[in-house]
């Protein structure tokens, strides 16, 4: 699990993080959802320590986080993959370096193991045949699909994604969000995804925190929100036609 007391988070004088507690469970699909500019990456980057927080405090599972040096840091972050905005892939390394990557970091793997892990999460993720391929000379699907691997070669405790279907169409987004959920469940991480993708809060919801106006909102399933009553929450769900007919449906 991972757990997040009262934490708060200013750039100058904007407060962007107020006061905001969640529980993150493993196993589980914890989406973070908000309108764009609300705080969802400064939320993440908090998360993952890459913006120091001004109060509160971070806990994975009995350590807590955001009080460690930077070398207990460590332990914690090799426990970690993450799938940034746009998949971050290094455009001059072929499909199967950027999965080996992590792994020539931070495992004592010989080449011939790190090929085979890597080999293992490109399977995983339905990429068979792409090894010596450029990122440049795939689709976006793809590419979401090799950050996704890259992001399971070191078999993280954590996994987290910020807005993993921008830019994606309508159906590669559905492949996606499946993909994520299934390798939540046979992986047990704890996944964290921030996202303004109504279809993903519907169908991969399992535990949805709303952030407005820097603060926590609403928190609860994917069932919860069709039904929420809060305001804020409901204008900002059902604020396309699409959500309007789901809900009328329901
Ligand atoms: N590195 C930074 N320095 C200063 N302000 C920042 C920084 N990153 C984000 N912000 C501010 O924090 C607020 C929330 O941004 P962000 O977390 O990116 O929103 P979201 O991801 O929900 O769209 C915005 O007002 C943004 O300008
Ligand atoms: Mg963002």
Known sequence: MIELKNISKSFEDNHVLKDISLKFKKGETNLIIGQSGSGKTVLLKSILGIHKIDKGQIIYGEDVYSEMNNKE????????????????????????????????????????EMEKQARFCLERVNLEDADNLFPGEISGGMQKRVAIARAIALNPKYLFFDEPNSGLDPQTSIVIDNLIKDITLDFNTVTVINTHDMNSVVEIGDNIAYIHEGKKWWTGSSEELMKTENKELSEFVFATKLMRSIKKNK
Do not use: D
Request: no cysteine.
């Open 73 to 112: 840091k460590q332990k914690i972050r090799k426990e970690i993959g993450m799938v940034f905005q746009g998949g971050a892939l290094f455009g001059s390394s072929t499909v199967m370096e950027n999965v080996m990557f992590p792994l020539t970091m931070f495992s004592n793997f010989s080449k011939l």
